[in-house]
């Protein structure tokens, strides 16, 4: 009897607490900055090891919170 009471407590102390947990938004999205020089580029074009890719990539995940209404 003392067991079914306390697991009965307990799941609904989670379902409590899951009801207020706060919810995120993760936003993802690629940031591309061109680095190429004026020399790069003129390599690239003649040459048939193309060595310099002339991008940069960041990978940036935003977390926002939103309010609990």
Same mark, same amino acid.
């Given at each position: 009897?003392?067991?079914?009471? %306390?697991?009965?407590?307990? %799941?609904? %102390?989670?379902?409590?607490?899951? =009801?207020?947990? $706060? $919810? =995120?938004?993760?936003?993802?999205?690629?940031?591309?900055?061109?680095?190429?020089?004026?020399?790069?580029?003129i390599h690239n074009t003649f040459s048939k090891h193309k060595h310099?890719?002339?991008?940069?990539?960041?990978?940036?995940?935003?977390?926002?919170?939103?309010?609990?209404?």
């Amino acid at each position: 009897m003392k067991k079914t009471i %306390a697991t009965l407590l307990m %799941a609904l %102390a989670i379902g409590v607490t899951t =009801t207020f947990a $706060q $919810q =995120t938004v993760v936003k993802k999205e690629d940031k591309v900055k061109k680095t190429t020089t004026l020399g790069q580029k003129i390599h690239n074009t003649f040459s048939k090891h193309k060595h310099y890719n002339g991008t940069k990539t960041k990978h940036v995940v935003k977390v926002e919170k939103v309010p609990a209404k």
